[in-house]
T-cell receptor
Framework: ETGVTQTPRHLVMGMTNKKSLKCEQH?????MYWYKQSAKKPLELMFV???????ENNSVPSRFSPECPNSSHLFLHLHTLQPEDSALYLC??????????????FGPGTRLLVL | SQQGEEDPQALSIQEGENATMNCSYK?????LQWYRQNSGRGLVHLIL?????REKHSGRLRVTLDTSKKSSSLLITASRAADTASYFC?????????????FGQGTILTVHP
């Protein structure tokens, strides 16, 4: 248990559906991240939020829309996804990288299957 | 281009043996981190080594960093079946890239009882 929770743990959706992934961290951290992990590919950073402000968008298609209402919660809104978007989506948080606290704490992930 | 690359891609050993995994990277870093992932689960942080450090220990883990060769190694001593997992190195560039980790493809470690 890392203090980062993700829901749902598994999600199956059609290409025309709209769904959202939720991440919550109970660690008092200031930064939150979304990663995508596909089979046989390195973990890909998607978005970074620091103090609720987006500081990184790693050329992610607009069918993925992040939302960070506060430092404890992070959402990833999904719409009109493609089968190649099927992957494990991981959320992470870290305390304050400017203070040298760069260790990231990961949630268990949401396994997404797009049909 | 991919920053961290692990070697070997897969490693199979017997319980009690040592396991060594290597990571190479291409650009300057602020720190390098090692993470572990059990099948299909989230990653767990193992150890962080900064660019001005050469070696760090944590329990049965030993990490070295050679910035001149842009490489790091993770040694797990006296391995156990429970160490079976994927191990990833991740580099942090620092500067305006603070908070951004670049992961390698990982080494799959199997420890046989």
């Amino acid at each position: 248990e890392t203090g980062v929770t993700q829901t749902p743990r598994h999600l199956v959706m059609g290409m025309t559906n709209k769904k959202s992934l939720k991440c919550e961290q109970h660690l008092g951290h200031n930064a939150m991240y979304w990663y995508k992990q596909s089979a046989k590919k390195p973990l890909e950073l998607m978005f970074v939020y620091n103090f609720k402000e987006q500081t990184e968008n790693n050329s992610v298609p607009s069918r993925f829309s992040p939302e960070c209402p506060n430092s404890s919660h992070l959402f990833l809104h999904l719409h009109t996804l493609q089968p190649e978007d099927s992957a494990l989506y991981l959320c992470a948080s870290s305390q304050d990288w400017l203070a040298g606290k760069e260790t990231q704490y990961f949630g268990p992930g949401t396994r997404l299957l797009v049909l | 281009s991919q920053q961290g690359e692990e070697d070997p891609q897969a490693l199979s050993i017997q319980e009690g043996e040592n396991a060594t995994m290597n990571c190479s990277y291409k650009t300057s870093i602020n720190n390098l981190q090692w993470y572990r992932q059990n099948s299909g689960r989230g990653l767990v942080h193992l150890i962080l080594i900064r660019s001005n450090e050469r070696e760090k220990h944590s329990g049965r883990l030993r990490v070295t960093l050679d910035t001149s060769k842009k490489s790091s190694s993770l040694l797990i001593t006296a391995s156990r079946a429970a160490d079976t997992a994927s191990y990833f190195c991740a580099t942090a560039a620092g500067g305006t890239s603070y908070g951004k980790l670049t992961f390698g493809q990982g080494t799959i470690l199997t420890v046989h009882p």
